[in-house]
């Protein structure tokens, strides 16, 4: 069955960077997109970075462009994010998937992200 496994959410301070990794399985993952969302208490979940299936096309939410780059390792069916310059407003638990409108119905659990001094 299809499974992912998200990590490296940490407290950091504002302006600190963090490294998230999400491990995939069950699915062809080298032929598939891949987007990390995030989901803020008593907000919706939101997209936050693309990545195609070769890595050739990447997008951001506005909010995180030029801070955040999204890549991935398919022999490891890996894909990651690198959060610079982090504030408060990232604050959240971020998850990985396929991307809109076709994500998988099974979610992993997330890695938190906590922003504050």
């Known amino acids: 069955q299809v499974q992912f496994v998200e990590s490296g959410g940490d407290l950091v301070q504002p302006g600190g960077s963090l490294r998230l990794s999400c491990a995939a399985s069950?699915?062809?993952?080298?032929?598939?997109?891949m987007t990390w969302y995030r989901q803020a208490p008593g907000k919706e979940r939101e997209m936050v970075a693309t990545i195609s299936s070769r890595s050739t096309v990447t997008n951001y939410r506005d909010s995180v462009k030029g801070r955040f780059t999204i890549s991935r390792d398919n022999a490891k069916n890996t894909v990651y994010l690198q959060m610079n310059s982090l504030k408060p407003e990232d604050t959240a638990l971020y998850y990985c998937n396929r991307p809109l409108p076709t994500p998988f119905p099974s979610w992993g659990q997330g890695t938190q992200v906590t922003v504050s001094s």
């Open positions: 069950g699915f062809t993952f080298t032929t598939n997109a």
